[in-house]
């Protein structure tokens, strides 16, 4: 026999997913549909049956190939500029940061056609910049590969620099703290010390901006134009693939969202940890 009063017994949390209100399921059931059943309708209605003849074009593989490098090549030099831009937005503090931040991040919400507009009238022949480039040296960087490259980059970049930020701000500083009082200069302890941290944040966002650069068509027709061989990467074989050969089309689409499923496989650990 118990002596005094009972200590009342906690309420057991109820498991979730029982008990949804039909307010809420009903318009989930359909935001649900409204972006699955378009891949659906892409993989009902591929040609299955000719898909390897239309994947093993040489037109196919020389824009998975264009597209392959540019987008590696976009996400290196993203790599280059971006892990510092970062480590100067979660580490630094200056006038102006956060309209610094706000300005590298505005590519994640521009149309991209308007980026590409803006390279033009900055790296174009006649551009702020690009006039400089073609008179000096004699660089012309609009309806090149390089110019594909840079369009990728431009797009691609803010999505390195947010993870890779995220991570820093998330990196206990006493690291790099403890480094300096041992005689580490900043660069010495940002690269023996930061770099190994951030490590993981820097992999995902340098995977996100790769994917992102692979499916960069707005700004890359823009700026530099859709020419096999030279600037015609996969996203753009689609559009043109689709106004004469609506199965290439859809075969290309294919490998794009093999693509896509494969990124997000290989990020899922990173965004779909419980808690």
């Known amino acids: 026999m118990t002596t005094g009063a009972e200590t009342p ?22 935001g649900l549909a409204f972006l699955l059943v378009p891949l659906l309708a892409l993989l009902l209605r591929a040609p299955w049956r000719s898909l390897p003849e239309q994947l093993t074009s040489p037109e196919v593989w020389e824009a998975l190939r264009l597209s392959l490098f540019c987008a590696t090549a976009a996400t290196a030099l993203s790599l280059v500029v971006g892990v510092p831009l970062a480590w100067l937005l979660a580490r ?4 102006g940061r956060g309209l610094l931040r706000a300005l590298v991040t505005l590519p994640l919400v521009l149309p991209p056609v308007v980026g590409g507009v803006a390279l033009l009238l900055a790296l174009g022949r006649n551009g702020v910049v690009g006039q400089w480039l073609d008179a000096w040296f004699g660089v012309t960087l609009p309806f090149t590969t390089a110019g594909v490259v840079l369009a990728e980059t431009f797009v691609a970049m803010p999505f390195l620099v947010i993870s890779v930020e995220g991570t820093l701000r998330a990196a206990d500083p006493r690291f790099e703290e403890a480094a300096a009082t041992l005689g580490a200069s900043r660069f010495t302890a940002f690269r023996r010390v930061t770099l190994p941290l951030i490590a993981p944040g820097i992999a995902a966002g340098a995977v996100l901006a790769w994917a992102r650069a692979l499916g960069e068509f707005g700004a890359t027709i823009t700026f530099a134009g859709n020419f096999p061989g030279r ?19 859809i075969a290309l689409s294919l490998v794009l969202l093999a693509v896509s499923i494969a990124v997000l496989a290989g990020l899922r650990d990173r965004w779909m940890r419980t808690v």
């Open 231 to 249: 600037t015609q990467t996969m996203p753009l074989a689609v559009y043109l693939a689709l106004q004469n050969d609506p199965a290439a089309a």
């Open 9 to 30: 017994r906690k309420a057991r949390p109820r498991p979730p997913g029982r008990g949804v209100p039909l307010a809420l399921l009903a318009p989930a059931l359909v």
């Open 92 to 95: 630094t503090d200056f006038p």
